[in-house]
């Protein structure tokens, strides 16, 4: 054996020595458990609040609603869906949390945006395991609700959410309301200033289309709080989809019999750049009275998607503080949200007062050249609503 091979073993073995008294300083720093289950956890079957609320609220629907921010039908038709994803299998070293309890810890952490320690000390859960139940009941709510509620829309689909928002709102082939809102949460580690948004805190972005009965029609979640450039929602994965054609919108076709052929569009703010999919309103200065009635047409259409992040804020409360999880998790629960929102929406309809405020950020970013062809596709659509077809009684006084 040559002297280098022996120099290699020798090092070896004083890098092995000093892994393993690393090793054993830790084990000695890492506090003992004293508890295989702490003595006010044990109590959850007596004292928690599921076993000790749960029925009492259920012979009260008013009180059932207040707490878990539905009704008690809806409840029972949401856990019918989630039983399967939800169950666990019994073992000899203690029993389950059930199904009917992840989902009502889930409803409670959404509905009053709690902390995982209060909940733990309402539940007599252990905090680690309320994290995992939230996760996993969230993950769950939206795979199995997004085909119930949130499938993606199809021609004939696009059409109806038209012809709705034609009646509500007086706006004719437009076939959704879109914006982006800032959603809070916590620094992440290690993660530098990536989720720091211009407005300084910390945040992921909600992309969503919304229709004229405050449903989301498609949401996109995840993008970086410090994310400035307009070219965030050409590169996410629903800008790609509307931009490129791949959003089975329907051709462009006339308003008036024999007229002139005009697209089905999507209605945003200034954030947005406009094409030949998305109108968004003409800049305020210098607004002559044809672009001062687009404006207001406009707005009476995009309305509904501030509405509907009014309802969905409202109702679930979680998004009214910085929510406490990585972002991750964060993203998981932003889009059961918006599932549980067009559920609950879809069977108990919604209460109007809710959609009056939110206290959500708008999205801004640094406005982009459009195309000639959009600007004419807007200015088609202003001339239309001035003429005696397109016009609304007493657009004028309201300018």
């Known amino acids: 054996m040559d002297s280098y091979t022996v120099i290699s073993l020798m090092l070896s073995l ?3 020595k000093l892994l393993l008294e690393q090793t054993t300083q830790r084990r000695k720093k890492r506090p003992q458990r004293r508890y295989w289950v702490h003595p006010i956890v044990s109590r959850r079957l007596t004292k928690g609040h599921f076993h000790t609320l749960y029925h009492e609220l259920r012979r009260y629907p008013q009180k059932f609603y207040d707490y878990a921010h539905m009704r008690v039908e809806t409840f029972d038709s949401l856990l019918e869906i989630l039983r399967p994803r939800l169950m666990r299998a019994r073992t000899n070293m203690r029993l389950p949390v059930s199904a009917e309890e992840r989902l009502l810890v889930t409803l409670r952490f959404m509905a009053t945006g709690e902390s995982f320690s209060s909940l733990h000390f309402q ?12 996760h996993d009941t969230c993950d769950a709510i939206w795979t199995l609700l997004k085909g119930i509620v949130m499938p993606e829309p199809t021609e004939e689909r696009w059409m109806e ?33 990536k989720f720091n ?25 995840g993008t970086y709080g410090s994310s400035a450039d307009s070219q965030v929602f050409r590169n996410s994965a629903l800008g790609k989809k509307i931009l490129d054609g791949k959003f089975h919108i329907p051709s462009p076709r006339p308003l008036e019999e ?19 999919s998305i109108m968004k309103p003409f800049p305020k200065r210098g607004l002559d009275l044809k672009r001062k009635v687009f404006n207001y047409r406009l707005t009476r259409a995009r309305r509904f998607v501030e509405c509907t992040f009014g309802i969905l804020t409202n109702k679930w409360r979680v998004f009214r503080g910085t929510i406490q999880m990585n972002p991750s998790n964060v993203d998981t629960i932003v889009k059961s949200a918006c599932a549980l929102h067009n559920f609950v929406c879809q069977k108990e309809g919604y209460n109007s007062e809710d959609s009056l405020v939110h206290n959500l950020e708008d999205v801004s970013w640094p406005s982009v050249r459009s195309t000639n062809e959009a600007w004419n596709i807007r200015e088609k659509f202003a001339n239309y609503f001035m003429s005696p077809t397109g016009e609304l009684p007493g657009q004028y006084s309201r300018i």
């Not at 024999?258 to 030949?276: E, H, K, M, Q, R």
């Open 197 to 221: 948004n211009y407005k300084k805190y910390f945040s992921v972005f909600l992309m969503a289309i919304a229709d004229s009965n405050y449903n989301f029609v498609a949401i996109d979640v």
């Open 161 to 193: 959410i038209g012809k709705e928002f034609e009646k509500n709102s007086n706006f004719p082939h437009c076939i959704g309301a879109l914006d982006s809102k800032h959603i809070r949460i916590q620094l992440p580690p290690n993660s530098g200033s």
């Open 123 to 134: 539940f007599l859960l252990g905090k680690v395991t309320i994290h995992t139940i939230v």
């Open 14 to 16: 004083v890098h092995l």
């Open 258 to 276: 024999n007229g002139d052929l005009f697209p089905y569009v999507i209605v945003a703010d200034d954030a947005f750049a406009l094409s030949t």
